[in-house]
């Protein structure tokens, strides 16, 4: 079992930035690729980001890409997304997820561990 808490979530202008953080505990961490999701009221939970073991390989999801920065300190078995240049559309519930899970997967159903979320509002 792993267990996953995020933090660092909150209310920030457009353009501004926030930096979350996902804490495992449990099995060995670094095994484990990590994802980020997010769920915005009325719509179905999108991949963000995604960041293999070691982290060696990321990927994002388009809307994304040049803004977001997701990274990985397994020594302290803490994952990051660096989140930079808010839009108003980025607000959500951001989930961190993590399992033995196919490189570069959207699908949430592969991810077997997740944390209870953390809410970014982005204000226009």
């Given at each position: 079992q792993?267990?996953?808490?995020?933090?660092g979530g909150g209310l920030v202008q457009a353009g501004g930035s926030l930096r979350l953080s996902c804490t495992a505990s449990?099995?060995?961490?670094?095994?484990?690729?990590m994802g980020w999701f997010r769920?915005?009221?009325?719509?179905?939970?999108?991949?963000?980001?995604?960041?293999f073991r070691g982290g060696s390989m990321t990927y994002y999801t388009d809307s994304v890409k040049g803004r977001f920065t997701?990274?990985?300190?397994?020594a302290k078995n803490t994952g990051f997304l660096q989140m930079n240049s808010?839009?108003?559309?980025?607000?959500?519930v951001y989930y961190?997820?993590?399992?033995?899970?196919?490189?570069g997967s959207h699908d949430p159903n592969d991810?077997?561990?997740?944390?209870?979320?953390?809410q970014v509002t982005v204000s226009s």
């Open positions: 792993v267990q996953l808490v995020e933090s449990g099995r060995t961490f670094s095994w484990y690729v769920q915005a009221p009325g719509k179905e939970r999108e991949f963000v980001a995604q960041i997701i990274s990985r300190d397994d808010l839009k108003p559309e980025d607000t959500a961190c997820a993590s399992g033995l899970v196919p490189a991810y077997t561990y997740w944390g209870q979320g953390t």
